[in-house]
């Protein structure tokens, strides 16, 4: 059999930023029809090399051939007129405009007359057709993480995209979801379409892909055929070493009781009621994961906790003293933190740099600040041991974290949130966008916050997550705790029914 001709060929691509070495000499090839999943470690160049292509960046080395000519993409538009739609990891969007005008920006042909009523059911008609369910009238600051991703996901396809490139995809959506997005990837590529796949799933990897390539440090590693290799042997290129798929947990005698919610009442974004009556505890020295289906309150159930959502009715109680009425400043200074799962919408300011963002979570106390000055001094003691100690690539410490990749942003909040030894951390998908080698040493971080006796409420979408880590499991559905179970003895089966609804426990205190 013949190999066809690519589609795309990047040929030596080179990108530097100020410090960084992006991309150096990378090659890359999209065949029509294909699948081709791009991994690495973060930071490894795999956005940028995409971003090249996708418009965002001007290489500063090499050439782009399509159909085998040369071609200069210079933005976002001239690759969508080459065939080529980007769905980034941090989403494109306007917060305060619907669905339906994120959509109508910049969609070729729209004019000065949009027939919104026709746009808005072909948005209904892809998103059935994919299932990517969305309402076109709703804004984007009311939908969850998961919805606004099935925004992204159908500009490009409302586009007619020949080439869809998706940056860490499957990262916000449920699995059933997973599976109907592999399956439209899958018919895709039966119409002679193609689809760069950027994730740290190596499992979903290889489930999907034709090819892989894998990049290391900025520069190409390696191109396998799927059926030619392993996860085990793709994680071993992506960061040069075996790594180990197990992390080892020790027991641990739980402690006092840290955190007690008792009837907790909140609304969603969009007023309606998102919890109710969820209650739960929480003890020193024990992880409690929150397993749930996307979007049943586990977003409300932290930010309740941190302060951040009003409280409706009922209590947070930490430490033997009811919160509810406390701002998140208030909280952290008790020692409460957050890793929220928008890590640069919520967690971050992207125009500011590593320094500054160290500082957000302890700025107006010593020995990060003091009134209206900041201890520079400390500060960039501060940056120079997290970035030793969490193994984060930030280039120059100075310019915006906007230039760093999403592990290494995420590698930044971790360290924040764990500084100053927190009695109770909040963590929402703390792995989420991380590589195979960053997932293991962030799961290991938290294990050590627990065993020196901190309370962690661990809110994760992935099951394996959740079960490796966790001491108890409270499961939430319709922003009620359906039950609380040891995580030794844990069923999947049952966790499974339970995150779907099917009542078999109890209303969750113990």
């Known amino acids: 059999m013949t190999t066809p001709r690519p589609l795309v ?12 070495t992006a991309n150096e000499g990378v090659s890359f090839s999209i065949a029509p029809g294909e699948i081709h999943a791009l991994l690495g470690e973060n930071g490894a160049g795999k956005s940028t090399l995409m971003n090249v292509l996708g418009g965002m960046y001007r290489p500063d080395g090499g050439e782009i051939l399509i159909n085998g000519t040369a071609v200069e993409i210079r933005s976002p538009q001239d690759a969508m007129r080459h065939g080529i739609a980007m769905v980034h990891q941090h989403f494109m969007l306007v917060k305060a405009h619907t669905v339906l005008e994120n959509i109508l920006l910049g969609l070729s ?7 919104e009523k026709k746009i808005a059911a072909r948005i209904r008609e892809i998103g059935g057709r994919y299932s990517l369910p969305v309402n076109p009238g709703e804004y984007i600051w009311q ?16 586009r007619d995209a020949k080439i869809l490139i998706l940056d860490e995809p499957t990262a916000v959506l449920t699995p059933p979801e997973v599976k109907h997005l592999f399956k439209t990837l899958k018919d895709l590529r039966a119409e002679g379409r193609s689809a760069v796949f950027i994730s740290h799933k190596l499992e979903e990897v290889m489930e999907i892909a034709d090819r892989v390539t894998i990049l290391r440090k900025g520069t190409l590693a390696g191109v396998v055929e799927k059926k030619d290799t392993s996860e085990k042997a793709l994680a071993g290129m992506m960061v040069g070493k075996e790594v180990l798929f197990e992390l080892k947990k020790q027991a641990a005698p739980a402690g006092e009781e840290v955190l007690k919610l008792e009837k907790v009442e909140a609304l969603n974004d969009k007023g309606l009621p998102a919890l109710q009556g969820a209650g739960l505890g929480v003890r020193a020295g024990e992880i409690l994961g929150i397993a749930g289906v996307a979007g049943n309150g586990q977003k409300e159930l932290a930010e309740v906790i941190y302060g951040m959502r009003r409280l409706r009715g009922g209590s947070v109680i930490f430490r033997g003293q009811s919160i509810g009425h406390l701002g998140p400043r208030q909280r952290r200074d008790m020692g409460i933190t957050f890793v929220p799962e928008d890590r640069i919408g919520t967690g971050l300011v992207s125009s500011l740099d590593f320094a500054g963002n160290l500082a957000l979570g302890s700025y107006w106390k010593e020995p990060v600040g003091s009134g209206l000055f900041l201890d520079k001094k400390y500060l960039d003691e501060w940056t120079q041991q997290v970035i030793s100690g969490y193994d984060v690539a930030a280039g120059s410490p100075s310019s915006p974290v906007r230039l760093m990749s999403g592990g290494n942003l995420q590698k930044l909040l971790l360290a924040r949130e764990f500084a100053g030894e927190p009695a109770l951390i909040i963590a929402a998908c703390p792995t989420r966008g991380l590589d195979v080698g960053a997932t293991e ?9 627990r065993d020196r006796g901190a309370a962690v409420i661990l809110i ?16 939430i559905y319709e922003g009620q705790i359906m039950d609380v179970l040891d995580a030794a003895g844990a069923d999947r089966e049952q966790l499974g029914l339970l995150m779907g609804g099917v009542c078999g426990g109890k209303d969750g205190e113990e």
């Open 9 to 20: 060929e990047m040929v030596n691509i080179s990108k530097y930023f100020p410090g960084v």
């Open 441 to 449: 040493n962030a799961r290991s971080l938290l294990l050590k916050q």
């Open 143 to 158: 939908l969850s993480v998961g919805e606004q991703q099935r925004v992204e996901i159908l500009k490009a396809l409302i």
């Open 460 to 475: 994760s979408e992935d099951l394996e997550e959740i079960l490796q880590l966790s001491d108890r499991i409270a499961v």
């Open 109 to 115: 042909g729209s004019g000065f007359f949009i027939d």
